[in-house]
């Protein structure tokens, strides 16, 4: 059996039934905006985060560029947005919105300015910066959930807050070891940070959003197996394995880390079971946007045990994150955005089938896991053609999207 979910980015506050009644007027509107300006700093990062690859600028640059300024921002847009929908409470303010997302983007470019000229303390005022824009996200989220109407969706954005703590604590780590304080214990906090941003901070934000945005994303219901029960067991799980996976690097036990690693695969396993069976009608509809989005999860539970494998071994992990982000976290990402983007743009449902059509794109499918496999490869010059042409098909299809954008919602 499966149950009926709501449809947690339409444009109208009637798609929560009698809660939407009860909550805040012009609350969807208002996220929407918020957010549109959100996805558009990330998108920004994420182009930056390609370009500086094809550059052949090492791997960090890249790296925290998309992880820190895209991923981050994008987030932060998206937890805000769905937590209000969700919960049928007011948007935050504009200018607490606007603050928190500005604090993001201006601590993340310090932050690698800082590492790319070796200023310490550059470096340092960025890190502090973005774990200042990530507390404030999380007082944020429990702000909305204090005042939801409805608490149908609670188990995930409990999980939001979880995954906010993972972050600021993984994140000083990282301020720890950019500013070389870290002393002999370089190797083990490196460790520590990157269990907890990868897995703790990005990882329990999409876990706890797949089983609802799965099922939106083909207008499907949610499957009978996701229960709240069922889903707040999961998401405790995920965030215990994360914390078991850091103390095992803190204490340089690899044995501990990589089952915390294995624990948290096995969990994502669990929120792949509670995904809904899709039926052919709905497969063909969301086409290549739904088929990324299986693929991000599939790159991701892989690498998870490939980054357990190594850590038992002791061996370099570099192409395995790698892979991780571009196979898994961007894949995932592109896949939602390929939603959002038209939802976002609103325009009544022909801009939305337009929309739709503009999204829907084999190219980014192909590009996505080519990409992956080349940077499992040790990348090279084919993971940089690739990534090149995977950029310019997304720069092409969100400049069609926004071409029919406000522009007051594109800054």
Same mark, same amino acid.
């Given at each position: 059996?499966?149950?009926?979910?709501?449809?947690?980015?339409?444009?109208?506050?009637?798609?929560?039934?009698?809660?939407?009644?009860?909550?805040?007027?012009?609350?969807?509107?208002?996220?929407?905006?918020?957010?549109?300006?959100?996805?558009?700093?990330?998108?920004?990062?994420?182009?930056?985060?390609?370009?500086?690859?094809?550059?052949?600028?090492?791997?960090?640059?890249?790296?925290?560029?998309?992880?820190?300024?895209?991923?981050?921002?994008? +987030?932060?847009?998206?937890?805000?947005?769905?937590?209000?929908?969700?919960?049928?409470?007011?948007?935050?303010?504009?200018?607490?919105?606007?603050?928190?997302?500005?604090?993001?983007?201006?601590?993340?470019?310090?932050?690698?300015?800082?590492?790319?000229?070796?200023?310490?303390?550059?470096?340092?005022?960025?890190?502090?910066?973005?774990?200042?824009?990530?507390?404030?996200?999380?007082?944020?989220? +429990?702000?909305?959930?204090?005042?939801?109407?409805?608490?149908?969706?609670?188990?995930?954005?409990?999980?939001?807050?979880?995954?906010?703590?993972?972050?600021?604590?993984?994140?000083?780590?990282?301020?720890?070891?950019?500013?070389?304080?870290?002393?002999?214990?370089?190797?083990?906090?490196?460790?520590?940070?990157?269990?907890?941003?990868?897995?703790?901070?990005?990882?329990?934000?999409?876990?706890?959003?797949?089983?609802?945005?799965?099922?939106?994303?083909?207008?499907?219901?949610?499957?009978?197996?996701?229960?709240?029960?069922?889903?707040?067991?999961?998401?405790?799980?995920?965030?215990?394995?994360?914390?078991?996976?850091?103390?095992?690097?803190?204490?340089?036990?690899?044995?501990?880390?990589?089952?915390?690693?294995?624990?948290?695969?096995?969990?994502?396993?669990?929120?792949?079971?509670?995904?809904?069976?899709?039926?052919?009608?709905?497969?063909?509809?969301?086409?290549?946007?739904?088929?990324?989005?299986?693929?991000?999860?599939?790159?991701?539970?892989?690498?998870?045990?490939?980054?357990?494998?190594?850590?038992?071994?002791?061996?370099?992990?570099?192409?395995?994150?790698?892979?991780?982000?571009?196979?898994?976290?961007?894949?995932?990402?592109?896949?939602?955005?390929?939603?959002?983007?038209?939802?976002?743009?609103?325009?009544?449902?022909?801009?939305?089938?337009?929309?739709?059509?503009?999204?829907?794109?084999?190219?980014?499918?192909?590009?996505?896991?080519?990409?992956?496999?080349?940077?499992?490869?040790?990348?090279?010059?084919?993971?940089?053609?690739?990534?090149?042409?995977?950029?310019?098909?997304?720069?092409?299809?969100?400049?069609?999207?926004?071409?029919?954008?406000?522009?007051?919602?594109?800054?």
């Amino acid at each position: 059996m499966t149950r009926s979910v709501p449809l947690p980015t339409e444009p109208t506050d009637t798609h929560v039934g009698s809660a939407a009644g009860r909550g805040a007027p012009g609350r969807v509107a208002e996220v929407h905006a918020q957010t549109r300006r959100g996805l558009i700093v990330a998108a920004g990062f994420a182009v930056a985060a390609v370009l500086s690859m094809v550059a052949r600028a090492g791997w960090w640059m890249p790296l925290h560029l998309f992880v820190v300024g895209g991923l981050l921002s994008a +987030i932060s847009a998206a937890t805000q947005m769905l937590a209000v929908t969700w919960s049928s409470a007011p948007a935050p303010r504009p200018a607490v919105a606007g603050g928190q997302r500005w604090a993001l983007a201006i601590g993340a470019v310090v932050l690698v300015v800082g590492h790319e000229t070796d200023r310490k303390f550059l470096f340092a005022a960025g890190g502090a910066t973005v774990v200042v824009a990530m507390v404030a996200l999380g007082f944020i989220v +429990i702000r909305i959930l204090r005042q939801a109407v409805t608490d149908r969706f609670a188990p995930a954005i409990e999980a939001y807050v979880a995954a906010v703590v993972a972050g600021a604590v993984g994140m000083s780590l990282g301020i720890v070891l950019g500013v070389g304080r870290g002393g002999s214990r370089n190797v083990e906090i490196r460790g520590a940070h990157l269990v907890l941003n990868v897995f703790g901070l990005v990882g329990l934000v999409i876990a706890a959003t797949l089983p609802y945005f799965a099922a939106t994303q083909v207008r499907s219901k949610m499957s009978s197996r996701a229960t709240p029960t069922t889903m707040r067991i999961t998401f405790f799980v995920l965030a215990a394995a994360t914390a078991v996976a850091a103390s095992g690097q803190i204490l340089d036990r690899s044995g501990v880390a990589a089952g915390g690693l294995i624990t948290y695969a096995m969990g994502l396993l669990v929120v792949a079971a509670m995904l809904p069976v899709y039926s052919k009608g709905r497969l063909r509809w969301a086409g290549p946007r739904l088929l990324q989005l299986m693929s991000g999860i599939a790159w991701w539970v892989a690498m998870t045990v490939a980054l357990a494998l190594a850590s038992l071994r002791r061996t370099d992990d570099h192409a395995i994150l790698q892979t991780l982000v571009i196979g898994g976290f961007v894949q995932i990402l592109v896949a939602s955005l390929a939603y959002l983007g038209p939802v976002l743009r609103g325009g009544g449902h022909q801009r939305l089938t337009a929309g739709f059509a503009i999204t829907r794109s084999w190219v980014s499918l192909t590009a996505g896991n080519i990409a992956a496999v080349a940077a499992l490869a040790g990348g090279g010059p084919v993971l940089a053609a690739v990534l090149a042409v995977w950029l310019a098909d997304i720069v092409i299809r969100a400049g069609g999207l926004l071409a029919g954008t406000k522009s007051s919602d594109r800054v």
